[in-house]
Nanobody, 124 residues
């Protein structure tokens, strides 16, 4: 079905910025909601941000709202996560995910396809 490949992770100082990219292939991305999840050591995987099929609606988890921005370029089959003012609590493996339809659930329950993940490490 759809293949997702994340990139852009790395090591950054607290207060810095990173931009993650998710490149999709095998399916037209515009048909699906997209999301970014993260999983830190010892914690459950959680939804960071989501975006509907057209980009007209977005959702952010409480801990990242105001700092992170999700966007998409359907012509390029790519989704982005701009991360500003990073802090050590943002350290995690970040995963790109494709929804089962054009809209997302805010609990992150309706995502079917996953990328391999990219590590984000924020030092203090």
């Amino acid at each position: 079905q759809v293949q997702l490949v994340e990139s852009g992770g790395g090591l950054v100082q607290a207060g810095g910025t990173l931009r993650l990219s998710c490149a999709a292939s095998g399916r037209t991305l515009r048909n699906y909601a997209m999301g970014w999840f993260r999983q830190a050591p010892g914690k459950e995987r959680g939804l960071v941000a989501a975006i509907n099929w057209s980009g007209s609606s977005t959702y952010y988890g409480d801990s990242v709202e105001g700092r992170f921005t999700i966007s998409r370029d359907n012509a390029k089959n790519t989704v982005y996560l701009q991360m500003n003012n990073l802090n050590p609590e943002d350290t995690a493996v970040y995963y790109c995910a494709a929804g089962v339809g054009p809209f997302y659930r805010r609990d992150g329950a309706s995502f079917a396809s996953w990328g391999q993940g990219t590590q984000v490490t924020v030092s203090s």
